[in-house]
T-cell receptor, first 111, second 113 residues
Framework: GENVEQHPSTLSVQEGDSAVIKCTYS??????FPWYKQELGKRPQLIID?????GEKKDQRIAVTLNKTAKHFSLHITETQPEDSAVYFCAATDSWGKLQFGAGTQVVVTP | DAGITQSPRYKITETGRQVTLMCHQT?????MFWYRQDLGHGLRLIYYSAAADITDKGEVPDGYVVSRSKTENFPLTLESATRSQTSVYFC????????????FGPGTRLTVL
């Protein structure tokens, strides 16, 4: 089955700097890669996703890149702000379409 | 987000008791999922359902039972709760199997004493 590894587990950045989170997956049939943000005590919420026929997608300060050959995808947050502090999860679909989540990255943005 | 709800939001129970967590969605989504969230493990799939009366096991199904008699409801039952089932449980739904966004409920924090 699908296995998703996510790094780093914690990430501390200065406000205004960039943050990068990387994930790798094992199932070459995976074709959908969402990223979720979870604030403390809240539900995970989709922030951006990318499909297998696209190499990069951007939404304001957030971008995701996908390298299907290497089986890895990354989340990039530019000009980080305190409200970006949260846990971020990557995920990849298995052959059925179920999501396999990474273990999460705790991002702390310090003023 | 208000379209998917969970109850109760918090539950404390004792080892050996039966507990049922409720999930209700108003979008008529075909697909529904139950996850548990534990520190260091992210979100792990317990059970999922493709439609009413169609359910299947996920990654960590042992000790759990589900049913789906109506499209909008997907209850999760712990038949005999154990301390290892202390966790935060999230229900999610989506309208498609492939490449579909999953929308999460607010979660239920369950403590088994």
């Amino acid at each position: 089955g699908e296995n998703v590894e996510q790094h780093p587990s914690t990430l501390s950045v200065q406000e205004g700097d960039s943050a990068v989170i990387k994930c790798t997956y094992s199932d070459s049939a995976s074709n959908y890669f969402p990223w979720y943000k979870q604030e403390l005590g809240k539900r995970p919420q989709l922030i951006i996703d990318i499909r297998s026929n696209v190499g990069e997608k951007k939404d304001q300060r957030i971008a995701v890149t996908l390298n299907k050959t290497a089986k890895h995808f990354s989340l990039h947050i530019t000009e980080t702000q305190p409200e970006d502090s949260a846990v971020y999860f990557c995920a990849a679909t298995d052959s059925w379409g179920k999501l396999q989540f990474g273990a999460g990255t705790q991002v702390v943005v310090t003023p | 987000d208000a379209g998917i709800t969970q109850s109760p939001r918090y539950k404390i129970t004792e080892t050996g008791r039966q507990v049922t967590l409720m999930c209700h969605q108003t979008w008529s989504h075909s697909y529904m999922f139950w996850y548990r969230q534990d520190l260091g493990h992210g979100l792990r799939l317990i059970y999922y359902s493709a439609a009413a009366d169609i359910t299947d096991k996920g990654e960590v199904p042992d000790g759990y039972v589900v049913s789906r008699s109506k499209t909008e409801n997907f209850p999760l039952t712990l038949e005999s709760a154990t301390r290892s089932q202390t966790s935060v449980y999230f229900c999610a739904s989506s309208d498609s199997r492939i490449k579909a966004t999953q929308y999460f409920g607010p979660g239920t924090r369950l403590t088994v004493l």
